[in-house]
């Protein structure tokens, strides 16, 4: 399965793709965390990437594009779930058009649905493994032991593009930029709404809903 994963900053992506990836056997491919590493190695990519970032405007396409496109050419034989990418009409048209070079198609897209007002109390409340990836919330998905990451041991940070100010711009260039993504993929393709304010294991169930009728038998009965 080669599946996009679409949504306002703080709608779930990361959290429902982790669970996707476990239970499909699927590639996480995450723009934001590849330029999170890039950071924080410190690369040319990185630091083009930085400003951006920390203003919560998009980094330019061209930048995003090429850093993609090899890890999902890569990932389209085993399958993939993609997070934060495409986030443009421009973006999503370089995708098909990459991958039906390959004779390949994004077989469906899953947009998660929040109001603004819940990604506010999401935003502020998460912390992030910087080694693992893995993704918490102080209330509603808190790690076993305060502070640390339940898969690899490593202290939670909280990542320095969740302040209210910057969240807020967050949302809005996801308004003006990315919105005009889900009207292109309702146009071309597979498409889902998915209502995402509802605890995370409600929203995978509906997630999984969607994705157990397409994928292969064998894959469907593990359990998260
Ligand atoms: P990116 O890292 O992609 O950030 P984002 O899209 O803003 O999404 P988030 O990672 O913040 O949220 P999420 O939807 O994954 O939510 P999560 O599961 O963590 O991008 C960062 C920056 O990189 C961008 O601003 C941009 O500058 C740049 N960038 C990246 N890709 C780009 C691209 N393609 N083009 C240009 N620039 C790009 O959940 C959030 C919190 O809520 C967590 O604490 C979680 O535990 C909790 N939670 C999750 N689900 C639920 C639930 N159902 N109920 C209660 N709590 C929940």
Do not use: W
């Not at 590849?34 to 203003?55: F, H, N, V, W």
């Not at 993704?135 to 990542?159: A, F, M, T, W």
């Not at 304010?197 to 038998?217: E, W």
Request: charged share 25%.
């Amino acid at each position: 399965m080669r599946i996009v994963l679409l949504g306002a900053p703080g709608a779930g992506k990361g959290t429902q793709c982790k669970r996707i990836v476990s239970k499909y056997g699927l590639l996480h491919l995450s723009s934001g965390d590849i330029l999170r590493q890039e950071r924080s190695a410190g690369t040319e990519l990185g630091k083009k990437a930085q400003g951006y970032m920390d203003s919560g405007a998009l980094v330019p396409d061209e930048i995003i594009v090429e850093m993609m496109a090899g890890a999902i050419i890569k990932a389209s034989e085993s399958g993939f779930v993609l997070d934060g990418f495409p986030r443009t009409v421009d973006q999503a048209a370089q995708l098909d058009k990459s991958l039906k070079s390959s004779g390949k198609k994004i077989d469906a897209v899953l947009s998660l649905q929040i109001d603004d007002k819940v990604v506010a109390q999401r935003m502020t409340g998460r912390r992030s493994c910087p080694k693992c990836g893995a993704v918490y919330h102080i209330e509603n998905l808190k790690p076993k032991v305060n502070g640390i990451c339940d898969g690899c041991g490593s202290k939670l940070i909280q990542r320095p593009d969740d302040t209210p100010e910057v969240v807020a711009n967050r949302l809005r260039t996801y308004h003006q930029q990315t919105k005009p993504v889900v009207d292109y993929y309702k146009k071309n393709g597979t498409f889902y709404d998915i209502d995402a304010n509802s605890d995370a294991s409600d929203v995978t169930a509906l997630v999984i809903g969607h994705l157990d009728k397409m994928a292969p038998v064998g894959s469907r009965c593990r359990i998260l």
